[in-house]
């Protein structure tokens, strides 16, 4: 059975994200107020694979959490942007390449227990240089064979949500 | 290049959760305040699997995102409770089955962009009935095919990033 929501109030605001308090009902009749993340903007992400070189990923840093990893090319949308355009212009900024056509691989919700966020997939068979890679975004981007992608997504090498559903969907085609 | 941290101030706290602004500076030299959303106790998620019955999964809709979809049991740890303990607990808790013993599958980010949490992933061969599934928690409880599981996958019927990770992985080993 549902929760029924009653009703919230906000906590913050902000152009990036906002919290609120959510009054829910459980179905056992239990009350109380709930936390929710609020994302005003969704985000994309790319998988662009090149039958040559392989998967684009970026070496990157993640203050947040103190850790950094191997990540798909992914960005917020812009205010009126569609996710399909974010992804491309996410990829060009970041990696200085600018995917092929894409095609849609859905989408997921990362922390729907908490946050209202929705990250949309992406894949591209290739893709054309088009400058430098953003040196704000990346330590390194590489072309990585596919091969070794899949034994990074096994040996936990890969470590946010985004990339991580993204590419095992990718390779699950 | 690593961003460099300069300090924070807290916008919001609580036993859930906690808001920040992060004084940040990039390797370019712009230097802003970054949101990032803080999480005290990380969440912990089991595959339960078993030759026979499948694999052991929860119907539940998301108020936050007004989404219904199936998921791996999963659940925040108590202050000073281990990840393990909480997969143990959660699954007994929502499913009515109490999990065979546990082998870790790793963790990951679901968000490190803008949030610091952590999920840790378990799988289980085997679980034992030890009682009712929670009525707040699930629409229904279910033991599914694996080889359904794999079309829910891949048809996007699974919509959070930890029961996405959590079965990619599983069924991945």
New interface residues.
């Given amino acids: ?3 029924t ?1 009653h009703g919230e109030r906000t ?2 605001d ?1 152009e ?2 906002g ?1 609120a308090l ?1 009054d ?1 009902e ?3 009749g ?1 009350r109380f107020e709930h ?3 609020r ?1 005003p903007e969704p ?1 994309a992400a790319t998988v662009v694979r090149d039958p040559e070189r392989g998967i684009l990923l970026l070496r990157r ?5 103190d ?1 950094e990893a191997w990540e798909v090319p992914a960005g917020r949308t812009e205010p009126g942007e569609s996710p399909e355009h974010a992804a491309i212009r996410e990829t060009a900024e970041e990696t200085g390449w600018r995917p092929g056509p894409l095609r849609s691989l ?14 949309h997939i992406f894949v591209a068979d290739g893709a054309a240089r088009v400058g430098e890679p953003d ?2 975004e990346a ?1 390194r981007v590489e072309w990585l064979p596919v091969d070794e992608v899949r034994t990074l ?2 040996d ?1 090498s ?5 990339s ?2 993204a590419l ?2 990718a390779l ?1 085609e």
Same sequence: chains 1, 2.
């Fill in positions: 059975m549902r929760w929501v906590l913050y902000s990036w994200l919290l959510v829910v459980l179905p056992s239990e936390h929710v993340v994302f985000a840093h993640r203050f947040t959490v850790s859905g989408s997921f919700h990362p922390m729907p227990g908490a946050v209202d966020q929705t990250f040196e704000d330590e997504l096994r936990g890969i470590t946010d949500g985004l991580l559903v095992y969907r699950d």
